[in-house]
């Protein structure tokens, strides 16, 4: 085989690389010799990956519901990917996070146009049946939701609406309390006793120390944030808002309805159900006019927050 200069060339900066490093090429080269060429199901660990449907029944819907919220988690990956470079870039520029939150806009595009999967994909039967052996576990605990809400905005946001409003002094208040406040809290609280149901407190106990952590690393890194942080002019940046708006809509009121729509076409009206999710009270909970979780509010009118999620709903389960 001939030395071309292009392959000399090549060989001279190799070196370089392993010399700086203190490294002999050759022993490298004789690696290259024997290492094997890489496949596509080794890149991809297709075959881990599928042995990760577990099912807990025989119903043949469960795996349709398990994947399903594999995929999920994974779209939620891709965000926080997209949220951890916007929380740790260094002189943050309009532009950058242009670039970023389009992004994420467009997995949850990804999450909502396929959510049907979830409302019409499985047999209502089914799913009444093999939910009961899922207990106590529920979505409520997906520790990647509740991080892309930390990395979006403002611990203050994510408060309860009803505490907030009670407290002038809210402002003020620590990132612990504040924590303490936050308002999915609510979501699991039971309606009769107001205790926590075992979901809530197994979630806590697993994760509340990281998101408060999070939560902490987040006040000058989440969405809003930064966005906050940049000069007038970036601020008043019209693809920006529009982005950052489509990013709010498509969290808080597109995927929330689609994701309320599926516990009405499954639960509503099931007493067991009811009664096995703790007693808690999901109409009031899911819907999006209750919470009223607005990550950016100083980019809706009032009267579009007034309004959220009101003619959406409606729309929605009109249809
Ligand atoms: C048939 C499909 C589904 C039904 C019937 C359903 C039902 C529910 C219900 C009733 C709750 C309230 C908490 C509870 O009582 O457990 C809830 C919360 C939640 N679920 Fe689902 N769910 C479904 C699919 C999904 C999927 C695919 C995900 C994706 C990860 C998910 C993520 C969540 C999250 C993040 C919450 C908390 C919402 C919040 O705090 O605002 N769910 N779900």
Redesign the pocket.
């Known amino acids: 085989m001939e030395i071309t200069p292009e392959i000399a060339k090549k060989l001279e900066l190799l070196n370089e690389k392993y010399q700086t490093m203190g490294q002999d090429m050759n022993s490298y080269l004789d690696g290259l010799l024997y290492m094997d060429y890489l496949k596509y199901w080794d890149y991809v660990h297709t075959d881990t990956l599928l042995s990760l449907q577990n099912p807990r029944t025989n119903f043949p819907d469960e795996k349709i519901f398990i994947l399903?919220?594999q995929i999920?988690?994974l779209f939620f990956r891709l965000c926080l990917h997209e949220y951890e470079q916007i929380a740790d870039k260094q002189n943050i520029d309009a532009e950058f996070l242009i670039s970023k939150v389009r992004r994420i806009v467009h997995y949850f595009d990804g999450l909502n146009t396929t959510y049907g999967i979830?409302i019409d994909g499985m047999e209502k039967e089914q799913?009444l049946k093999f939910r009961m052996a899922l207990l106590p576990a529920?979505?409520?605990q997906?520790a990647q939701?509740r991080m892309i809400e930390l990395y979006s905005t403002d611990l203050i946001n994510l408060l309860n609406h009803e505490y907030a409003t009670k407290h002038p002094a809210v402002k003020m208040l620590s990132a612990e309390h504040m924590f303490e406040h936050i308002y999915?809290k609510t979501?699991?609280t039971e309606l009769a006793t107001g205790k926590k149901t075992l979901?809530l407190k197994q979630f806590e106990e697993k994760y509340s120390e990281q998101f408060l952590e999070l939560s902490k690393k987040c006040s000058k890194g989440n969405v809003y944030a930064r966005y906050n942080s940049l000069p007038e002019e970036d601020k008043s940046n019209p693809e920006l808002i529009e982005l950052l708006r489509a990013l709010d809509a498509n969290i808080n009121v597109n995927w929330?309805l689609q994701?309320y729509k599926?516990?009405v076409r499954?639960?509503q009206g099931d007493p067991d159900i009811i009664a096995a999710?703790g007693g808690?009270n999901?109409q009031k909970?899911?819907p999006p006019r209750f919470?009223k979780i607005i990550f950016f509010p100083e980019l809706w009118t009032d009267e579009e927050k007034k309004e959220w999620g009101k003619s959406w709903v409606e729309n929605l389960l009109n249809s």
Do not use: D, K, P, R
């Open positions: 399903y919220h999920t988690e979830m799913f529920s979505g409520f997906s939701y999915w979501g699991a979901t929330c994701h599926s516990a499954y639960l999710t808690t999901w909970f899911l919470q």
